[in-house]
């Protein structure tokens, strides 16, 4: 806790005085941070327009929340979570894949069009909420994070997700809000819409019925050969 004395608070000419070095509320976030211990930062809704120094919590620190704040540039520290919710981030830099031990990255309500390869090289990475940004793309090298229980990709513009997703140990998934409904795909011009025919075919496979169906004609067995 700082205390300011009553002499200083009647003092006019100090507190003008910009010589005085006024603590900021970032700063004294980072001290109480220092005294807890150096793990935990919340410097939510700070009004931030820069990232402040985190030097004295470079070797320590592994919760920080920067969210709802005005910054446009990523910090880079040995963080096992990172919040960056609301903020006018354009994109996010390839130097994250030096946060080897991040667990849990939240970048939502941004300006993010892509995701750089370097986000799918940590290896801890457990949750990832990208959502409600300008995303089209995400991809396939999302395979890599074999640690992903939880993607958040709710309110972007994807026409699908890449299939090296199936490979990976996600619990949560979120997609709403995209463009993966058949009357919003690009492609609608170059691809057959779903026919009751696929339909068809799915639950003939489901209920096993081939087993009473041996001479099916060439191009049915080739639609449930799919």
Known sequence: MVYVTKSVLNDNSVLND???GIITPAELAILDSLVQGGLLLNLKAHFLSQVPDLTPL???LLYLNLSFNNLNSLPVEHLEVLKLRDNPIKEIPEGIHKLKKLRTFVISFCLISSLPLGLFLLPCLQLLDVSYNKITFIPNDIRNLRAL?????EGNE?????CGALSLPIRQLR???NYMHALFWEEN???QPQRLLHLAALTFAQN???QYYRDLPS???QVLNK
Do not use: W, Y
């Open 208 to 210: 096993n019925l081939g």
């Open 58 to 60: 470079a070797n320590s």
């Open 158 to 162: 994807l026409c699908a997700l890449p």
């Open 149 to 153: 229980e939880c993607l958040n990709v």
């Open 175 to 177: 997609i709403s809000n």
């Open 18 to 20: 910009e010589k005085c």
């Open 189 to 191: 011009s170059q691809n």
């Open 219 to 221: 191009d049915i067995q």
